[in-house]
C-alpha cells in the first residue's frame, strides 16, 4: 500500500517534534510494509515569514493537501505574530480556514492519563488511583465560531459585538454519528454536553441526541449540562468514556480535560471529514498542545503528542492500524520504562529525564 500526505511542521516546538514523528512513521512505515510519500509545506507564522506577512496558509499548502489522504500538522504561532492583524495570524488565518475548507468537522481528542503518571496531574491521587481514559468528541465547523452574523459596528454611539451560536440538526446529527460510533469502539458510554437549560441550539442538540441513540442501542447516553460537565470532568474524570459536545464547549472542556490529564504533551488530536466509502476519513492530526514558543529550540519538547497523532493518522485516514496500535505501545512502553521529558519529570524514583530526541529513539527502539 502507498498513502500520500502533506507535512505542515509550522512554528515553535513544531519543527522539532515533527521530526522525531516523521522518523518513528517511517520505522513503522518500513515494519508493518506500506509506503508513505510526504512532502513537507509552510504553514502559520513560518509562512508568514516566507510570504512577508501575505498569508499563514499557501495556496501550494492546500493544493497540495487536496491531493493527500492526510495531513499531519504541528503546531502554529508564537509572539512574534501576535500583533498582525487579526485575520492573518496563525491560529485564525491557518488553523480555523484549513478546517473549513475541508469540511473537518469532528474533532477527537482523547485525553488519557496513563496510571504511571497520575502524580502529575492536578487531580488528587486518590481521585484517580488508575488514571482515566476519556474521548472527547468536538464539533469543529459550526456554532458560534463560524456562524453568521459576526461583527462589530457602533448603536446609540456605543460599540458592539456579536457573534452567532447556530446549527443545523444535520450538523449535530453528524458529529453524533461519530460520537457513537466511537463509543461503540470503546465503553459503549456517551455523555452529550449541551446548555439546554438556557441555548436554543442545545435543545436541538439534546433532542437529535435521543433521536439518533435509538440507532445504537447498546451504547447508553446520558447528558450534562456544560458547567456541570466542567466540574463533574476535575471530580470524577475517570467515570467518563466518550463526551461528546458543540464547538465553543469542546474548545474549553478538551483544554481542561488536557489539563488534569498531567501533561499537555501526551496528547494527540484528529479532526476529520466525512467518512469516505474504503471507511477512511480524510483528516487532519495535530498536538493538542500548540507551539509551546517558551521552550521551542531547545530540544527538550516530549514528542509523543506528535508521534501519537501519527498513530491516529495511520488508524483514520490511512487503514494501517496494525502499525498504528505498535506505535502506541512503543510510546507506553517509553513511560513505562521511566523515560520522562521535563513536562513529565517530578524527580521521583525510576524517572530518567530525557530530551526531545532521546524519547524518540526509546520509542523507535521500542517499534
Ligand atoms: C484549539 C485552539 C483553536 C480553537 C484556536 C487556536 C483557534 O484553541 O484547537 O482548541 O479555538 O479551536
Ligand atoms: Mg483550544
Redesign the pocket.
Known sequence: MSHTITVLPGDGIGPEVMDVALEVLDAASAKFDFKISRSTHLVGGAALDATSNETPLPKATIEASEKADAILFGS??GPKWENLPPHIQP??GA??PL?KHFGLFA?LRPGSCLPALTHASPVKNELIPNGFDVLCV?E?TGGI?FGEPKGREERNGEAVAFDTMVYKKSEIENILHVAFKAAMGRDKRLTSVDKANVLATSVLWRETANEIATQYPEVTLDHLYVDNAAMQMVKRPDSFDVLVTE??F??IL??EMAMISGSLGMLP?ASLGEVKDNGLYFGMY?P?G?SAPDIAGQGIANPIAQILSVSMMLRYSLGETIAANAIDTAAQNAIDLGLRTGDLFTGKNGETRVNTIEMGNAILEAL
Open positions: 502554529v504561532g491560529e485564525r488553523l480555523l478546517r474533532n468536538r469543529l465560531y464547538n465553543l469542546g474548545d478538551s483544554d488530536s495535530e493538542s500548540g
